[in-house]
């Protein structure tokens, strides 16, 4: 960490209106999903250190529904102030700009882009019992006259685009099941209602362990500690599905500069600190540290790679 960064986190209460703290405001932190999925994971293993760093109390508000839609644009209309942060993905702040119908915010225009935060990899898992122990197998099964199904958190999720992805490039016959949440997706594909369901990391790898789900294939660029015999996609012969989902801060429009990087750099330091890091990668966290800069230009970048991957599966989320 330089000096100047230094310098602001040695003033927890530098940036911070003079109101909320002779109110006690606490500030907020919108996770667009509900508790237990990989957003906010992330947001509970950092929050403790967060507010402490900035001298705040810390207040997670799961605001979860239409993709992430309710609680981003919850977000983006919140005053200006420093008081509200959202921890926004590759969905609420990349793919919903070219997915959703009437979205009612701009992914760019209508935030501050604050610090990326954390990466997370997506597998592919099957039931326990199914025939298929190997992506080739799945392929096989999808092509065999015998229509295949698969879940995903919702229409137009990334889970959706990568797993129809896959169809269209294997050529097989598959059955979209869109749930509403990564949580009920996942339990249905541990009960054999579905064949398959391409899930972030985090929100399977539990199961994955306990042997309540097969892992087929994992979108990281190498093999992944403690499971040295899960091939990653590429080695299955299907590279085109490692597309990671990625996990960010943003504040609303107009929050003046040097709040933004206060907020920046207390998460920055709570991310990298040897017992959070610990805890995220426990999780099946991969933390990518971005300052405000530099996340921004990332995410215009993104925004760009989901239009081409909209326009290719031309998915649209559910109204």
């Known amino acids: 960490m330089n000096a100047s960064r230094r310098a602001l986190l040695a003033s927890p209460l530098l ?4 109101i909320a703290r002779a109110q006690g405001q606490p500030l907020r932190l919108i996770v667009p999903a509900p508790p237990g999925g990989s957003t906010d994971i992330l947001a509970r293993v950092l929050t403790e250190r967060a507010s402490a760093l900035l001298g705040l109390t810390l207040v997670v508000d799961n605001r979860g529904g239409a993709g992430g839609i309710i609680g981003t644009e919850a977000a983006a209309r919140a005053p200006a102030d420093g008081m509200t942060l959202v921890l926004g993905h590759n969905q609420t702040h990349a793919s919903n700009q070219w997915m959703a119908r009437n979205l009612p915010y701009h992914v760019i225009d209508s935030f501050e882009a604050v610090a990326r935060l954390a990466t997370v990899h997506h597998a592919t898992v099957v039931p326990a019992n ?14 065999s ?24 490039r294997a050529g097989m016959d598959a059955t979209h099941v869109p749930y509403r949440g990564g949580g009920p997706a996942t339990q249905d594909t541990v009960a054999g209602v579905v064949d398959f369901y391409v899930s972030t990391w985090p929100g399977v790898v539990n199961l994955v362990r306990e042997g309540r789900l097969r892992a087929l294939s994992i979108g990281a660029p190498a093999r992944i500690e403690g499971f040295p015999d899960l091939p990653t996609t590429a080695e299955a012969g299907v590279p085109f599905m490692a597309v990671d989902a990625w996990f960010g801060l ?34 099946g966290l991969t933390a990518a540290p971005l300052p405000p800069a530099a996340f921004a230009a990332f995410q215009r970048a993104e925004v760009q790679r989901w239009r081409e991957m909209a326009e290719l599966t031309a998915i649209m989320m559910e109204s």
């Open 15 to 18: 940036a911070v209106p003079a």
């Open 145 to 168: 006259g015998n229509r295949v199904s698969y879940a995903s958190s919702q229409a137009g999720s990334a889970s959706h685009v990568i797993a129809e992805t896959l169809v269209r």
């Open 250 to 283: 943003f504040a609303p429009r107009g929050t003046a500069p040097q709040t933004v990087q206060r907020l920046a750099d207390a998460f920055l330091a709570a991310l990298a600190e040897p017992a959070t890091a610990a805890r995220a990668v426990q999780a």
């Open 130 to 143: 199914s025939r298929a122990r190997t992506m080739a197998d799945l392929i096989a099964m999808g092509r």
